[in-house]
């Protein structure tokens, strides 16, 4: 048996999508399946193909989410901050 493990990584700054100034997530995704011996270079590369694609599509599909869910929170009001009181 051998493994092939492909992975993506994506890092944004949030002021570009409605966040903070100076904040950046950064969101990775890593996939990876074994494959019997025996299995031809071509299909190796189909797969290693695939695993990346699918890498790649849970980052976007990660970053879409948490920009949507970003833009609906309601506005940072600094009271929030950890033993911050309100007056």
């Keep these: 048996m051998k493994e092939i493990t492909r992975s ?3 890092k944004i700054q949030l002021e570009n999508y409605g966040g903070n100034k100076y904040e950046s997530a ?3 995704a890593s996939w990876k399946e074994e494959i019997p011996d025996g299995t031809s270079s071509k299909d190796e590369k ?7 694609r699918c890498a790649k599509q849970d980052v976007n599909d990660s970053i879409h989410k948490s920009i949507k869910e970003m833009n609906s929170a309601p506005p940072f009001q600094g009271d929030e901050l950890a033993g911050g009181r309100k007056k």
């Design 46 to 52: 189909k797969i290693s193909d695939e695993l990346f």
């Design 26 to 28: 950064d969101f990775f």
């Design 8 to 10: 993506y990584s994506r």
